[in-house]
């Protein structure tokens, strides 16, 4: 037996007006995911308890069977793994985005016009990143590139607890309710955006109508994380596929392995095809389970672009639901697969919320009909099924619980 978990981050939403009242799940052609349903179980699941932020780290956690309330420590943390900094038990990790503020005065007034620096690239973030860490390291402080606006500080004995703001949450708004209480984190974003506005990067990204990254972002404070392995709690040798430093972070931490793919970006460019024959590789090379993400329909709701957050759903069932179907079929192997999100990220608000997303597990070998046709929100509240911890499902999908 074969063990799937196609994650679509974030592609649970809300009725959308402009898709005549339909969310993206339910217009999306996705034959390949509909076909599962007929024949699969379906139901809603709480990925994030009660009192913890509808953040990707949180809601990942619990999709691959780990209760966040026992071993969360922070998101930064996750990704430092992922980009290969040891921590240690007295660093704290904070997530570093480059952004675009907008606005005359104080840095205070100023507007989060793209809290992804316009998808900027990583060799330009990278340069970025350095000239920041130039002005700003000490013994203490080290700032780390990532990939694209996500990148890395480390302040050995920094505080946590700190309650600051993701950047996503406040598209469009005045950041001036939102600044970070420690002085020292709101100086260093302060400061940031006399280094990084008009330094010759932005410089170059202006002059070709891109939004430049002038100034960074600190969020998501953690200490080393408390993951343990996931063989060893489940059993089964298991793989992860993403894009984003996040998920390999915690795939790393389960003791994973992690599966790197050429083009892969963590947006509606990704390489959905790549991460389906990635997928099927990885199973045909011995291993149990592989865990897909998809970042794209995240990013899509976190920048309103409604026919974006379509099309990736439809790309994900057509590019790797798919083909990886008939890839099992064609090799004789049984198999499992769970279709959920980890949090909806509706494109109303351009966020993420807690509220439960459907699933669907199909089980090969336990073919019935369901009466179902579709994989949808409405279609999954409507069987009244409810899973309360996110964290159980894996043992469903496993056959151990």
Same mark, same amino acid.
């Given at each position: ?53 509808? #953040? ?8 691959? #069977? ?40 104080? *840095? ?134 993403? @894009? ?9 931490? @389960? ?66 639901? #798919? ?35 459907? *699933?669907?597990? *199909? ?18 509240? #409507? ?19």
């Amino acid at each position: 037996m074969k063990y799937i978990v196609m994650l679509g981050d974030g592609m649970a939403d809300y009725p959308v007006e402009e898709l005549g009242g339909k969310t993206p799940l339910e217009v999306a052609k996705k034959p390949n995911i509909d076909s599962l349903a007929r024949y699969g179980e379906l139901g809603m699941v709480k990925t994030v308890p009660d009192g913890m932020k509808p #953040g990707s780290d949180v809601a990942n956690l619990a999709a691959m #069977g780990y209760n966040p309330a026992n071993c969360y420590t922070g998101r930064s943390p996750l990704e430092a793994v992922s980009i290969g900094i040891e921590m240690s038990d007295t660093d704290v990790a904070f997530r570093c985005n480059l952004v675009t503020l907008s606005g005359e005065g104080e *840095y205070r007034d100023k507007v989060m016009e793209d809290y992804s620096s316009g998808e900027i690239t990583t060799d330009e973030a990278a340069e970025l990143i350095r000239a920041v860490d130039e002005a700003f390291s000490t013994d203490e402080l080290k700032f780390y590139p990532g990939i694209s606006y996500r990148h890395c500080m480390i302040w050995n004995g920094g505080p946590t607890g700190l309650d600051l703001t993701p950047p996503h949450d406040i598209s469009d708004r005045k950041i001036t309710e939102y600044l970070p209480k420690e002085p020292k984190i709101l100086e260093l974003m302060q400061r940031s955006f006399e280094v990084l506005d008009q330094h010759p990067v932005n410089q170059a990204r202006r002059s070709r109508g891109l939004n430049p990254a002038n100034s960074i972002w600190l969020w998501g404070e953690g200490t080393r994380p408390g993951v343990s392995g996931f063989e060893k709690a489940y059993g089964v040798k298991g793989s992860v596929i993403s @894009a984003v430093d996040l998920i390999k972070g915690i795939g790393l931490c @389960a003791g994973m392995k992690v599966i790197e793919v050429e083009g892969a970006t963590g947006n509606i460019d990704t390489n959905f095809k790549g991460k389906g024959e990635a997928a099927l590789r990885t199973l045909s090379e011995g291993q149990d389970l592989v865990y897909i993400h998809v970042e794209a329909p995240d990013e899509c709701g976190h920048h309103g672009d409604v026919k974006g957050k379509v099309r990736s759903i439809e790309r994900i069932d057509e590019e790797i639901v #798919g083909p990886l179907l008939a890839g099992l079929k064609a090799a004789g192997e049984d198999y499992s697969i769970l279709v959920m999100p980890d949090h909806p990220t509706p494109l109303a608000i351009k966020t993420h919320i807690s509220d439960p997303v459907p *699933y669907l597990l *199909y089980r090969s070998t336990g073919e019935k009909e369901s009466g179902i046709s579709t994989y949808t929100e409405a279609a999954a509240a #409507g069987t009244g099924r409810y899973e309360e911890h996110g964290y159980s499902l894996m043992k469903r999908l496993l056959g151990k619980g």
